[in-house]
Structures are given as C-alpha cells and as structure tokens.
C-alpha cells in the first residue's frame, strides 16, 4: 500500500503498523524518522524500514572531524548527516537496511527488540542471536557500522541506538545485507590522534554482511521479515505501508527538518568543544598551533614559529604574522577557515606568501 498525496500519518494509527520508505534520500528518511516518532501517539507501537543511499551518518554529539575522513567523503561525493540521537558513526548504502521500532516509554527494553529483528534474521537463514549488549551476531560477526558500544572480542552483524523522550523510545540499528564495506575503510579512517573531543567518539568493531550466510538474501526479504515478526509480536496491521519523499512536501514538520538537517549550522555547528594540537614545517621555519573550537568555530589559537638553525634570515617577521593570524581566525569556521579576516593591504609579498602557506596548511591539517 502506497500512502497518498495527502495522507496524515499522526491521524490514521490506531494500531501497531509498519511503515517502509520508498526515498534512499538520507536526509528524508531521518527527518521522517524524528517526525513520526515525535508526532504518532505515544501508546502505539510502530516500525519503520528504510535504506538510505551512499551516506556517512554521526552520531548527535559527535565530532565530524574526528570521526570521519573529510577528505575521502569530498571525494566520494558522499553525503554527511549528523542524526538526531545519540551514538556513533555509521557508513550507509544500498546494501544495508535501517529499522526503527517506536514504543511506548513505559514498555521499552532494549532487548526485546534486538530478539524482534533477531528472529527475523534467524527465519531467513542465518543463525542469529542477541549478545549480552543486545547487538545482533552471527557466529560472532556483528551486522552493523554502529559503533556505540564497547564490543567483546569477534565481528558484528548488527547494532543499535536508542533514544527516549516524554512518553515515547524508540531502538534503531541498521542491518548489513550485501553492503560495500570496503568503503568503510576511508570514509571512516582519521588519523587526528591530537585532536581532543568533548563529544562521544565512536568504538570501531569488525563487521560481516549477511550475505555470507545467506547468498540471496534481499532487502525485500529482510523486510517483510522483520515486519512479520513486528506484527507478531505487537499484534499489528497486516498492511505495509510505503512511504514517497513526496511526503516532504505535505508535512511542515518533517520539511523543516530535512532542511535543517542539510545546513552548515546543524552538520558542523552543533560540534561538542574540542583542541586540535597541529605542528608542520616549512623554509622559513617550524609552526605549531593549538586550535580550540566550540560549535565548529575557533575560540581561541595559539600559532608558535621556531625559525631555522641555519639560515641568513631570521624570520623575524613571521612571528608577527602568527600573533595577528592568532586574533583574525577567532570566530572563523574550523577547516574551511571561512570568515576569517582578509590580509592587511599593506601587507610585503614575502609576509603574504608565508601568510597563505600558513593558512593552506591549517585548512590541510584540520
């Protein structure tokens, strides 16, 4: 069944009922997935299944530049989404699954639903089962780029988030069918070991697809599993209703933020404070600079010059330079350095040069 046009989500459920977006558009699907959790009553249980096209997703209070190689998702041309709840990072594509089991606050646990999902995978071939911190595995491979938890040793096949408000909660995970793990490798390896977060950093855990156990193995057959067992267990609508992108257009709550979620201000700006400690070396000398940032913008920088052992000029200057680089880049944007203040026009081309090689150089390291 395909929702229409105009058809009122919050309105229409008096039971559990399962929901599947037809959209791979990542920031929808999350902003459908907020919207319905914070608008469909809260004695309800509902599901939710989606997939979502080539994306790297973070947790809410995580540091994007920590946890994701910003320089491979450019290249890539992958999307970056900062989701709603809290846990770690994640790779999306095609080859995973998402669902989201919605509850009522004061029946929630967390892991009576990973056994839901469990049992789904279980009745399509591979022999799943719960671990003791309710991630879903296959002999010992977890299913899932969650990286919340702290893991026992062995791969994963499966992870999960939760989050609750008021009178609602809600466990979300994501399911590796046949996804490209090989894309895990760069969009989520960071070697910015000196950079100090406030914000939740993710725990890398091998994963597996499922297709290892199960070699056709659809995202069709995933599921309308899962929303057997979900009917089951809730005692739900037989009906699956599928959901367009059209939606977005209809719904004000879920506009507002698939657009929010696309901006500068919520992808980089809601960053937890951290320092970035950074040192290079160039003709003219070493530099070294202690970066600290709140809300994806410099608070403070402290940039050092240690000129040549051997050299006919002492750099004097250069020192001067970093003091009033230190004052223009406070406020500006971390990494892309945008607001920051232009040169002085007055500036000789030799001090403009190591100016730019300066700031080319924190760009590049940040």
């Known amino acids: 069944m395909i929702l229409p046009r105009h058809f009122s989500i919050a309105t229409k459920i008096t039971r559990p009922t399962t929901y599947v977006s037809r959209s791979t558009c990542p920031y929808f699907n999350l902003a459908l997935e907020d919207w319905i959790f914070r608008n469909t009553p809260a004695d309800i249980p509902l599901l939710l299944l989606y997939r979502n096209s080539p994306s790297v997703i973070i947790g809410r209070n995580q540091n994007p530049w920590k946890e994701i190689n910003q320089a491979a998702l450019s290249r890539l041309g992958i999307a970056f989404v900062r989701r709603r709840s809290g846990g770690g990072t994640v790779y999306h594509d095609l080859g995973n699954t998402n669902y989201s089991i919605m509850v009522p606050r004061a029946s929630f646990e967390r892991r009576p639903n990973a056994e839901l999902v469990a049992r789904a995978v279980a009745s ?6 719960v671990n003791e911190r309710n991630d879903i595995v296959v002999e010992g491979f977890k299913m899932s780029f969650w990286h919340l938890f702290t893991c026992p040793p062995g791969d994963y096949v499966s992870g999960s988030a939760y989050k609750i408000v008021n009178k609602r909660a809600y466990h979300h995970g994501t399911m590796l069918i046949d ?6 490798g760069d969009l989520l390896h960071n070697t910015k ?5 406030k914000g939740v950093e993710s725990v890398r855990s091998p994963v597996q697809n499922l297709r ?7 995202h069709e057959a995933f599921v309308d599993a899962v929303a057997q067992e979900f009917q089951k267990t809730y005692n739900g609508s037989q009906d699956i209703h599928e959901i367009d992108k059209d939606l977005v257009d209809d719904i004000p709550g879920i506009r507002s933020v698939y657009e929010e979620l696309q901006t500068w201000n919520w992808q980089y700006g809601q960053t937890p404070e951290f320092t970035h400690r950074l040192s290079g070396t ?13 809300h994806g913008r410099i608070t403070a920088i402290s940039l050092s010059h240690i000129p040549p052992l051997v050299s006919d000029d002492p750099y ?18 971390y990494a892309t350095l945008a607001d920051s203040a232009a040169p002085p026009t007055n500036m000789q081309e030799r001090d403009e040069r190591i100016r730019n090689q300066i700031l080319a150089w924190l760009k590049e390291e940040m």
């Open 316 to 333: 004097d200057d250069v020192e001067d330079i970093c003091l009033k680089l230190s004052t223009d880049l406070v406020g500006s944007k």
């Open 179 to 184: 996804a490209r793990l090989n894309q895990l």
């Open 193 to 197: 070991e000196n950079l100090i977060t």
């Open 124 to 129: 399509l071939g591979p022999p799943a089962w």
């Open 212 to 218: 290892r156990w199960a070699p056709n193995l659809t």
């Open 282 to 294: 160039f003709d003219w000398g070493d530099i070294s600079a202690d970066v600290s940032s709140k």
